[in-house]
């Protein structure tokens, strides 16, 4: 099924406290870009009300003292909603950062942005059959992107920007890049 083409977008990341369900989130990033440039950022860490794990520490970095005076949930997630409304959002793996998402914006009773969330990893299968695995830190080493991911909110939506446009040079065109796959309704 086809999607909306990759002019305008929204891509996202999420860092949590784990991969479980009822997982909590620690960070949330965002960034709108117009024709392959950023026009606006959004990034807040957000305090899980619960400890994070020393294991997830340790991938992310973000620890218990950081997110300690980092606002809750309830109001990243209301600034959120009005960053991204009305945009279509793309997400590395985002059967994870939809279900983190969905699960936060229904503990916390705040209105979602109504807005429909594609994958980059499903769409890289199709642009680089030839990856020798389609991890987001595994296609910006194989396509020498600037920024490689670092398991941080922000930093991994830049790298998430540069692979879609990286597919967008592999196809000649934003507009001829169309995003397949599962549309998840946040």
């Known amino acids: 099924?086809?999607?909306?083409?990759?002019?305008?977008?929204?891509?996202?990341?999420?860092?949590?406290?784990?991969?479980?369900v009822g997982s909590r989130l620690v960070e949330v990033a965002a960034l709108h870009v117009k024709n392959g440039v950023v026009v606006r950022q959004f990034?807040?860490?957000?305090?899980?009300?619960?400890?994070?794990?020393?294991?997830?520490?340790?991938?992310h970095g973000i620890s218990d003292a950081m997110v300690a005076s980092a606002p809750k949930a309830t109001p990243v997630l209301a600034d959120f909603a009005k960053f991204t409304a009305g945009h279509t959002l793309i997400a590395h793996n985002a059967s994870f950062d939809f279900r983190i998402l969905q699960g936060e914006y229904g503990r916390v009773k705040v209105a979602t942005p109504g807005c429909g969330m594609y994958c980059s990893l499903k769409l890289a299968r199709l642009v680089f059959p030839e990856a020798m695995n389609h991890k987001l830190g595994t296609l910006a080493t194989w396509l020498k992107l600037p920024h490689?991911?670092?398991?941080?909110?922000?930093?991994?939506?830049?790298?998430?920007?540069?692979?879609?446009?990286?597919?967008?040079?592999?196809?000649?065109s934003h507009q001829a890049v169309r995003l397949v796959g599962r549309r998840y309704e946040l």
């Open 43 to 59: 990034q807040s860490l957000v305090n899980p009300e619960m400890h994070i794990p020393s294991i997830v520490q340790g991938v």
């Open 148 to 172: 490689p991911p670092t398991h941080r909110a922000l930093a991994d939506c830049f790298t998430t920007m540069e692979l879609l446009n990286a597919m967008a040079a592999r196809k000649k």
């Open 1 to 20: 099924m086809a999607g909306p083409d990759l002019s305008e977008f929204i891509v996202l990341d999420t860092e949590t406290t784990g991969i479980a």
